[in-house]
Structures are given as C-alpha cells and as structure tokens.
C-alpha cells in the first residue's frame, strides 16, 4: 500500500537543462555543452565528496561544476556571470506534467514529499519557484546527514521524516544512479524515464517504469 511518494528534485520534478536558454543568451552557441557538463560534474562531485567524506552542500558543488564546465569550453568566469546563473538554479522550471500530477496525487490523499541532494535553501526557493509549497507535505534535504544520494543515509532520513517503512512510500526518481539506491534501500520505485530507455547496469530493478509524473495517479490507486 502506497502511503506516500517521495520524488526525487532535480531532473525528475525540476527540468536541470531549463538553464539552457539563460546559457544560449551569455553564451551563444555553447549552451547545449555547458549544460551537460555542468549537470555532469554536479553530479560527479556529489559522488565524489562522499567518497572521500569531504562534504560541501549541494549549492557548493553545483557551483564548482558549473566553473569547471565554464573553463572546460574556454571561458574564463567572471564571478557577476557565476552569481547570473547559479540565481536561475533556484528558478529551474518544472516539468511540464508536474504541477497536475502534485495536484491529482494529493487530491487523493496520498502524502507528498521531495527527497533531494539540494541544501534546503536551495529546494525552498525552486519549491516556491514552481507554486509546489502548498502541495508538499515535506521537503527533504540531505544536508542534515552530510552525504549525498545514493548513500543509505540519504534515504534513512526519507523514512524518518516520514514516519513510514521504505515499503510503503513509493520513490520516483529518473536519475538512474537514485532508482538504484532506493530500490537496494527498500523503496517501491518508480522510474521516469526522461533521458532514455537504457536502465543502469547496477543490479537493481525499479518497480514501475513510467514515462510522465501524471502515470503516478493510477498507481497511486
């Protein structure tokens, strides 16, 4: 019985590439490079710091990967250019299917929460962005256990906050690396697959595959 849903933030509710147009502008012709690796060593830092138990929150180090993304084609960044965009990472947009879904899921009663890597002052702002703060029950960081997802206690504090076994709160997410480590957690796991078809080769299977946030209404019951 699915008591609750917990969605995964960026890139399964926040669309991370809606940055493109403010990098088209600033840098014409370079967008589509700068925004994915900038996602990329976003990323990547995040696992790496928890690997080597060298955290910084996720503001942090979705400022050092979009530096490196800057220099990586050639651009020296000027700190004002840094500020302009890291501002639009708190004005992401939201999926398109988004806000119908939030409001079909929680008209049905079923509890909604976000579990992310952002710090909380970064989720609060997209939260507010997007309208969503009337229609979450809870907004995750895991900023207060200091190590990103897929770490087991990023997910530990999703059941605790929720008061709820891993296996009745089903886990969207359409990061492959995060269906994993839900699915080894315990979570029902549904995945959105917005980038493609091709599942990680981890070892772990989600519970539903789906292609929009509004296929979650039917499973919800």
Same mark, same amino acid.
């Not at 229609?135 to 770490?151: C, E, G, M, N, Y």
């Not at 709160?169 to 959105?192: E, H, K, M, Q, R």
């Given at each position: 019985m699915i008591r609750a849903i917990a969605f995964d933030a960026y890139g399964t509710l926040f669309d991370v590439h809606s940055v493109r147009a403010l990098l088209e502008q600033?840098?014409? @012709?370079?967008? #589509?490079? +700068?925004? *994915?690796?900038?996602?990329?060593?976003?990323?990547?830092?995040?696992?790496l710091r928890s690997l080597m138990e060298?955290?910084?929150?996720?503001?942090?180090?979705?400022?050092?990967?979009?530096?490196?993304?800057?220099?990586?084609?050639?651009?020296?960044p000027a700190p004002a250019d840094i500020e302009r965009l890291m501002g639009q990472?708190?004005?992401?947009?939201?999926?398109e299917e988004a806000p119908a879904a939030l409001r079909a899921l929680k008209a049905k009663g079923v509890r909604l929460a976000i579990s992310s890597? @952002?710090?909380? #002052?970064? +989720?609060? *702002?997209?939260?507010?962005h997007a309208g969503f703060d009337t229609?979450?029950?809870?907004?995750?960081?895991?900023?207060?256990?200091?190590?990103?997802?897929?770490?087991h206690k990023a997910y530990d504090i999703v059941v605790d906050t929720l008061?709820?076994?891993?296996?009745?709160?089903?886990?969207?997410?359409?990061?492959?690396?995060?269906?994993?480590?839900?699915?080894?957690?315990?979570?029902?796991?549904?995945?959105?697959?917005?980038?493609?078809g091709q599942a990680e080769e981890l070892?772990?299977?989600?519970?539903?595959?789906?292609r929009y946030l509004t296929d979650l209404v039917e499973l919800a019951g």
């Open positions: 600033m840098y014409p @012709g370079k967008a #589509a490079a +700068l925004s *994915a690796l900038w996602r990329q060593k976003q990323l990547e830092y995040s696992w060298r955290y910084e929150d996720f503001w942090s180090v979705t400022r050092a990967g979009l530096v490196y993304a800057l220099k990586n084609q050639g651009i020296e990472y708190l004005r992401l947009d939201a999926h890597n @952002g710090s909380p #002052a970064m +989720l609060e *702002a997209v939260v507010k229609l979450l029950d809870a907004v995750i960081s895991v900023d207060p256990v200091r190590v990103f997802k897929p770490h008061g709820l076994p891993a296996g009745d709160i089903l886990f969207v997410s359409s990061n492959g690396f995060d269906v994993a480590g839900a699915s080894y957690y315990g979570f029902p796991v549904a995945w959105i697959q917005r980038i493609s070892g772990a299977k989600p519970a539903h595959s789906i």
